[in-house]
């Protein structure tokens, strides 16, 4: 179904509108500074994904012939292209303004950035040395000459071309070297100088090096500018199924590092002949974006600056809370048999689950454990758990999703490690991705087999868990338990899909079931019940989702919807549509993950949690599970973190047209700031429990 383009966002202008949001947060004075830069950091990052994602796909859809593909909302890609050329410029310069005024505030604070030419003798000395021990030995420089020969350029990494220059012009060499930012930190601390501290970018370490390494050669000056070039990130697999498919994701790895040039940022004051020369070389096409930067590239890396100056800088501590229903050392598995709990992460440890795991692996009445792996930490600890349950006898399946976007490479490496340690390790669904978060432990309990299961919003994955607001349910419901066991069985046998009274799996019920329940409170509102359907999630994109979102507004049932990225609704043009839609979006210290979806039910609330946002991938083209929140107590733990999600008035914004991101005001002036008063809840809630018992 298509929405008119009123009523309709492209989800591309819907992602810049998103990352925006997180650019506020770096202009925000209320955010202590050096989380400020590395709000920076994270736009930067999000600005690199969108080039080689959304950019690049549309990119190819331009190239392609208007009958090839279905337009979103009839829009074509050329003219949203051009859409996201304009607003990428002007927040392009919005962000450089920030940057300028965060330094400008930084040296306020007495930390100051230092380069190559404005060292004292001890600081030049400090960091040349650095250059010399740690620095010089990793870089490889290519000479680069003016046929046209030019090395491949690893997407996404950062580089520095060198101008060995000379009087006469025809006798210059150029260089090109790899930073290694991969292994060096692109900050360096230096001495202080009067009692003011200072930072160095790596960058600037190299410039100052540059003389000592390319001593063989004859210049009177040499000049150093950094360069960056964004790929498109797409795998392209083929169909053929004769060959298996690690072979295949291990080949479309390789095809990407060949991937078509989108984006290419450069110094702004490189000289413009040596511009020319690098555009050729690279292979750059007249509509790839050209772009002129600043010295510095790749500012992701801000999101590690370090703090050199007081705790203020930085947020408070929150640390991790103990869990009101799990006590130090107490076994798991009688916890979740007598009743459902949910765990919040960050606010609670991810700990707990490996607690779970380790807890699983020695248990001599666990017979099998089932899971899956989406993207996992460096140091996965549940891969460790899971190995560990094999050594100890255990069955265990690990479905791993090799196509986790940018995490292909390490669920390969993670993959083997299983499959040699001796676990069933199944490589996704064809023609879907395993999106769904979920793992099923089997124990053997007076004669029977027992399933507990952990049905999460969020990935297992204790890096992310950090930082990521999301929920896990843990449960011994005999009926959810028995699904996520057929769900397993579908992902191992594809051809039996299973009946589910209780989840709600994509892509085979839950746009049906969703559509479902939007009708019904469309039903419960036109004979007069109080109808309302409450959304929380990180993606709204999905054309007949919205069409039947606007459907019910137009007849009475209040919408609230608290979404954090991609929002494609377009609210609030006085139309009937949405004369009931409400819409937020936080952005704050955690990234908002929870999925959470609330039907009013005529009184009678339903409550789900999904690994799944309300976009056409997710509902028809992964797999996803969508779990009902049966316990009153856990539905009613729900309802409250939505409610003081929604009574956040400082790091709320309106979802407006004008795409203003406005922070949202309460008429009394008082701040609420959601995720420190949910921290409150959760304490709260421990204190009552102590004193009760």
Same mark, same amino acid.
């Given at each position: 179904m298509l929405i008119s383009k009123q009523l309709y966002r492209p989800m591309e202008i819907s992602w810049l509108a998103f990352n925006y949001r997180v650019l506020q947060e770096a202009q925000d004075p209320r955010v202590p500074l050096i989380e400020r830069f590395r709000f920076l950091g994270i736009y930067s990052n999000n600005q690199d994904e969108f080039f080689r994602v959304r950019v690049a796909t549309l990119k190819r859809l331009g190239e392609m012939k208007p009958d090839q593909f279905r337009p979103r909302a009839g829009e074509d890609p050329r003219k949203t292209l051009k859409k996201l050329n304009d607003i990428i410029l002007k927040q392009r310069l919005e962000y450089e303004r920030v940057q300028n005024l965060l330094v400008s505030e930084l040296e306020k604070e007495n930390i100051f950035f230092a380069d190559e030419n404005n060292l004292s003798p001890k600081q030049y000395e400090f960091a040349h040395k650095y250059f010399v021990q740690k620095v010089r030995p990793g870089l490889m420089p290519v000479m680069l000459d003016q046929s046209g020969q030019f090395p491949d350029l690893e997407d996404d990494a950062l580089y520095m071309v060198v101008i060995l220059q000379n009087k006469n012009l025809k006798d210059n060499r150029y260089a090109l070297t790899r930073i290694p930012t991969d292994t060096l930190s692109r900050f360096l601390v230096l001495p202080r100088k009067g009692g003011k501290k200072y930072l160095m970018f790596l960058d600037?370490?190299?410039?100052?090096?540059?003389?000592?390494?390319?001593?063989?050669?004859?210049?009177?000056?040499?000049?150093?500018?950094?360069?960056?070039?964004?790929?498109?990130?797409?795998?392209?697999?083929?169909?053929?199924?004769?060959?298996?498919?690690?072979?295949?994701?291990?080949?479309?790895?390789?095809?990407?590092?060949? %991937? &078509?040039?989108?984006?290419?940022?450069?110094?702004?004051?490189?000289?413009?002949?040596?511009?020319?020369?690098?555009?050729?070389?690279?292979?750059?096409?007249?509509?790839?974006?050209?772009?002129? %930067?600043?010295?510095?590239?790749?500012?992701?890396?801000?999101?590690?600056?370090?703090?050199?100056?007081?705790?203020?800088?930085?947020?408070?501590?929150?640390?991790?809370?103990?869990?009101?229903?799990?006590?130090?050392?107490?076994?798991?598995?009688?916890?979740?048999?007598?009743?459902?709990?949910?765990?919040?992460?960050?606010?609670?440890?991810?700990?707990?689950?490996?607690?779970?795991?380790?807890?699983?692996?020695?248990?001599?009445?666990?017979?099998?454990?089932?899971?899956?792996?989406?993207?996992?930490?460096?140091?996965?600890?549940?891969?460790?758990?899971?190995?560990?349950?094999?050594?100890?006898?255990?069955?265990?399946?690990?479905?791993?999703?090799? &196509?986790? +976007?940018?995490?292909?490479?390490?669920?390969?490496?993670?993959?083997?490690?299983?499959?040699?340690?001796?676990?069933?390790?199944?490589?996704?669904?064809?023609?879907?991705?395993?999106?769904?978060?979920?793992?099923?432990?089997?124990?053997?309990?007076?004669?029977?087999?027992?399933? =507990?299961?952990?049905?999460?919003?969020?990935?297992?994955?204790?890096?992310?868990?950090?930082?990521?607001?999301?929920?896990?349910?843990?449960?011994?419901?005999?009926?959810?338990?028995?699904?996520?066991?057929?769900?397993?069985?579908?992902?191992? &046998?594809?051809?039996?899909?299973?009946?589910?009274?209780?989840?709600?799996?994509?892509?085979?019920?839950?746009?049906?079931?969703?559509?479902?329940?939007?009708?019904?409170?469309?039903?419960?509102?036109?004979?007069?019940?109080?109808?309302?359907?409450?959304?929380?999630?990180?993606?709204?994109?999905?054309?007949?989702?919205?069409?039947?979102? =606007?459907?019910?507004?137009?007849?009475?049932?209040?919408? +609230?919807?608290?979404?954090?990225?991609?929002?494609?609704?377009?609210?609030?043009?006085?139309?009937?549509?949405?004369?009931?839609?409400?819409?937020?979006?936080?952005?704050?210290?955690?990234?908002?993950?929870?999925?959470?979806?609330?039907?009013?039910?005529?009184?009678?609330?339903?409550?789900?949690?999904s690994s799944a946002d309300l976009m056409r991938r997710n509902l028809d083209r992964r797999m996803e599970v969508t779990c009902p929140i049966l316990d009153p107590d856990l539905k009613q733990e729900l309802r409250d973190f939505f409610h003081i999600q929604w009574k956040d008035n400082v790091k709320a914004r309106l979802l407006d047209n004008g795409l203003t991101n406005p922070y949202r005001l309460q008429p009394d002036g008082i701040p609420f700031q959601a995720q420190p008063e949910f921290y409150k809840y959760l304490i709260a809630k421990k204190e009552s429990d102590t004193k009760t018992v």
């Amino acid at each position: 179904m298509l929405i008119s383009k009123q009523l309709y966002r492209p989800m591309e202008i819907s992602w810049l509108a998103f990352n925006y949001r997180v650019l506020q947060e770096a202009q925000d004075p209320r955010v202590p500074l050096i989380e400020r830069f590395r709000f920076l950091g994270i736009y930067s990052n999000n600005q690199d994904e969108f080039f080689r994602v959304r950019v690049a796909t549309l990119k190819r859809l331009g190239e392609m012939k208007p009958d090839q593909f279905r337009p979103r909302a009839g829009e074509d890609p050329r003219k949203t292209l051009k859409k996201l050329n304009d607003i990428i410029l002007k927040q392009r310069l919005e962000y450089e303004r920030v940057q300028n005024l965060l330094v400008s505030e930084l040296e306020k604070e007495n930390i100051f950035f230092a380069d190559e030419n404005n060292l004292s003798p001890k600081q030049y000395e400090f960091a040349h040395k650095y250059f010399v021990q740690k620095v010089r030995p990793g870089l490889m420089p290519v000479m680069l000459d003016q046929s046209g020969q030019f090395p491949d350029l690893e997407d996404d990494a950062l580089y520095m071309v060198v101008i060995l220059q000379n009087k006469n012009l025809k006798d210059n060499r150029y260089a090109l070297t790899r930073i290694p930012t991969d292994t060096l930190s692109r900050f360096l601390v230096l001495p202080r100088k009067g009692g003011k501290k200072y930072l160095m970018f790596l960058d600037d370490v190299i410039r100052l090096g540059l003389d000592s390494l390319f001593y063989p050669f004859d210049f009177e000056s040499v000049q150093g500018y950094t360069i960056k070039l964004t790929k498109d990130a797409d795998l392209d697999l083929d169909d053929d199924l004769s060959e298996s498919y690690l072979k295949k994701i291990s080949r479309g790895l390789k095809k990407r590092e060949e %991937g &078509q040039p989108v984006r290419f940022v450069f110094d702004s004051k490189m000289p413009a002949f040596f511009i020319e020369f690098l555009k050729k070389g690279i292979r750059l096409r007249n509509n790839d974006a050209f772009i002129p %930067g600043s010295r510095y590239h790749n500012l992701k890396d801000l999101i590690n600056l370090p703090n050199l100056g007081s705790d203020k800088l930085v947020y408070t501590p929150m640390p991790a809370l103990p869990h009101i229903r799990i006590k130090a050392f107490a076994r798991l598995f009688p916890i979740i048999r007598e009743k459902d709990l949910l765990i919040h992460f960050p606010y609670h440890s991810f700990n707990n689950f490996i607690d779970l795991l380790r807890e699983a692996s020695i248990d001599s009445k666990v017979k099998s454990i089932k899971i899956t792996l989406y993207r996992l930490a460096k140091d996965s600890n549940v891969i460790n758990a899971l190995i560990n349950a094999i050594r100890n006898g255990k069955k265990v399946t690990a479905v791993i999703e090799l &196509q986790a +976007r940018f995490n292909e490479k390490s669920n390969v490496e993670y993959s083997t490690l299983l499959h040699e340690e001796g676990a069933r390790v199944i490589y996704g669904v064809p023609g879907l991705k395993v999106h769904a978060k979920l793992c099923l432990i089997t124990r053997r309990e007076n004669d029977k087999d027992v399933r =507990y299961a952990a049905i999460g919003t969020g990935n297992f994955n204790e890096d992310s868990s950090r930082v990521f607001s999301d929920v896990t349910l843990l449960t011994a419901h005999p009926g959810i338990t028995k699904e996520v066991d057929q769900a397993f069985i579908f992902i191992n &046998q594809n051809f039996e899909i299973g009946k589910y009274k209780h989840l709600l799996l994509s892509p085979f019920k839950m746009r049906k079931t969703i559509t479902q329940l939007i009708k019904r409170e469309i039903r419960w509102a036109k004979e007069g019940y109080k109808a309302f359907i409450h959304l929380k999630l990180n993606n709204l994109v999905d054309q007949d989702i919205i069409s039947s979102l =606007y459907e019910a507004s137009k007849a009475g049932v209040e919408i +609230r919807l608290n979404v954090r990225g991609m929002f494609c609704p377009v609210t609030d043009i006085g139309k009937a549509e949405t004369r009931n839609i409400e819409s937020i979006a936080i952005i704050d210290r955690y990234l908002e993950h929870t999925r959470i979806y609330f039907f009013g039910n005529k009184g009678d609330e339903l409550c789900y949690i999904s690994s799944a946002d309300l976009m056409r991938r997710n509902l028809d083209r992964r797999m996803e599970v969508t779990c009902p929140i049966l316990d009153p107590d856990l539905k009613q733990e729900l309802r409250d973190f939505f409610h003081i999600q929604w009574k956040d008035n400082v790091k709320a914004r309106l979802l407006d047209n004008g795409l203003t991101n406005p922070y949202r005001l309460q008429p009394d002036g008082i701040p609420f700031q959601a995720q420190p008063e949910f921290y409150k809840y959760l304490i709260a809630k421990k204190e009552s429990d102590t004193k009760t018992v």
